[in-house]
């Protein structure tokens, strides 16, 4: 079974940056898409980035031009570097890959934007 692993959040001042990593852990042949969702409380999940194994990527409007999404295939890993943070920013991250074409979540990381 497959688990993604997830680390780097925490609390930041607005401006600031933080950079989330997400590790796939298991017999992994090859995961097609690696990608961060956030969920902000009273708030539905919504995709920040996502990218192809071949590095085609997608990005949330709110986040284009401040956060980047990049991967590391030989590690398995998918990488968030988050840029110009702002507190509309907080939420809890999570990890999502499709390793073997089965969607899986990672445990999820706190990211706190002060203002």
């Known amino acids: 079974q497959v688990q993604l692993v997830e680390s780097g959040g925490g609390l930041v001042q607005a401006g600031g940056s933080l950079r989330l990593s997400c590790a796939a852990n298991g017999n992994i042949f090859r995961i097609n898409n690696m990608g961060w969702y956030r969920q902000a409380p009273g708030k539905p999940r919504e995709l920040v980035a996502k990218?192809?194994?071949?590095?085609?990527?997608v990005y949330l409007d709110s986040v284009k031009g401040r956060f980047t999404i990049s991967r590391d295939n030989a590690k398995n890993a998918v990488y968030l570097q988050m840029n110009s943070l702002k507190p509309e920013d907080t939420a809890v991250y999570y990890c999502?890959?499709?390793?073997?074409?089965?969607?899986?979540w990672g445990q999820g990381t706190q990211v706190t934007v002060s203002s």
């Open positions: 990218m192809t194994y071949d590095g085609s990527t």
């Open positions: 999502n890959a499709d390793p073997g074409g089965t969607w899986t």
